[in-house]
């Protein structure tokens, strides 16, 4: 509500005490805040910490930044963490999602996880 209101200094303060408390979402939530004040190193930093405390969607969401940053094997092996994670939203919902891993592995994965070959009949 603070940030709504255009308090983002307060609602920054409010998110660090909620993440100090161990609220993967509120890092998730303060990474959106510093993403969206272009601090990208910031915002790929509090991504790690929420992955690592087990938020499952932060592996993607640095996924995505790494592949818009040009880093096609750092976001593959981000995208494969999201959804060794349990991330199953990153395989099928919601559109975006869907593009990145598209992008990745057009053809799929094999069970054994590495990408599908094309193939012709």
């Given at each position: 509500?603070?940030?709504?209101?255009?308090?983002?200094?307060?609602?920054?303060a409010?998110?660090?005490?909620?993440?100090?408390?161990?609220?993967?979402?509120?890092?998730?939530?303060?990474?959106?805040?510093?993403?969206?004040?272009?601090?990208?190193?910031?915002?790929?930093?509090?991504?790690?910490?929420?992955?690592?405390?087990?938020?499952?969607?932060?592996?993607?969401?640095?996924?995505?930044?790494?592949?818009?940053?040009?880093?096609?094997?750092?976001?593959?092996?981000?995208?494969?963490?999201?959804?060794?994670?349990?991330?199953?939203v990153?395989?099928?919902?919601?559109a975006?999602?869907?593009e990145?891993l598209?992008?990745?592995?057009?053809?799929?994965?094999?069970?054994?996880?590495?990408?599908t070959?094309?193939w012709?009949?």
């Amino acid at each position: 509500m603070r940030e709504e209101a255009g308090d983002r200094e307060s609602a920054e303060a409010l998110l660090r005490q909620a993440a100090d408390r161990g609220d993967t979402y509120a890092l998730s939530r303060l990474a959106v805040m510093r993403e969206r004040a272009g601090d990208r190193e910031g915002t790929e930093t509090l991504l790690q910490q929420a992955a690592a405390r087990g938020n499952i969607v932060a592996p993607y969401n640095l996924a995505e930044m790494r592949e818009e940053a040009g880093d096609r094997e750092g976001a593959e092996v981000l995208a494969r963490q999201a959804a060794d994670r349990g991330d199953t939203v990153a395989l099928h919902h919601p559109a975006q999602k869907q593009e990145l891993l598209t992008r990745l592995w057009p053809n799929g994965l094999d069970p054994d996880g590495k990408p599908t070959t094309s193939w012709q009949l």
